[in-house]
């Protein structure tokens, strides 16, 4: 760990973010209460809580969300990015959390980026997700920029261009 990244921690345990939208404060919240028990999220407990935060999540929220999402931790958006990909959550969901998804995957900038490429084509079809072409342009970008880095293998790169590349014919 380097000391920007020290001093980053040290920094927002002392001054956690604010958040004007109680919705995605309360997210928040909760997040950053329980991300060291996520494995054991379960109905009835921590996972039926996370349900009833995010099932009232709208439009308004989502946007909130993604204007503020430069606020948190990687981590805990790689908790919510797992936690979308239950299907109770989908199963409890009426809004396409494959947008945040998406909004999650192209701001994360962590070294196991991969792994949320690795649920991309997952994540469109559990929510059945749509694409404008700012996103759609955006994907292709980031799958470009990780094997341009050599954060993932030529494999996964043609596999998850092809992908995305089939898609542009649903835009």
């Known amino acids: 760990m380097d000391i920007k990244t020290l001093r980053k921690q040290f920094y927002k345990t002392l001054f956690p973010p604010r958040f004007d939208n109680a919705r ?6 909760f997040i950053s209460e329980n991300d060291s028990t996520t494995d054991f999220w379960e109905m009835g407990g921590l996972l039926s809580k996370f349900i ?30 797992d936690k979308l990909m239950e299907n109770t959550v989908r199963a409890n969901v009426n ?21 949320l490429l690795d649920n991309l084509e997952l994540i469109f ?25 050599k954060q993932i293998t030529r494999q996964q790169f043609d596999q998850s261009l092809s992908f995305i590349n089939n898609l542009n014919h649903d835009l």
């Open 95 to 115: 809004y396409d959390l494959g947008k945040i998804y998406f909004k999650i995957f192209l701001s994360y900038e962590k070294l196991d980026s991969y792994y």
């Open 24 to 29: 995605v404060k309360r997210l928040y919240k």
């Open 125 to 149: 079809k559990m929510y059945h997700s749509k694409l404008d072409i700012e996103t759609w342009i955006s994907i292709a970008s980031k799958i470009k920029f990780l094997y341009q880095n």
């Open 52 to 81: 009833d935060i995010i099932k009232d999540f709208n439009e308004d929220d989502i946007q909130y969300f993604f204007t503020t999402i430069h606020l948190w931790d990687g981590y805990h958006l790689v908790i919510i990015a």
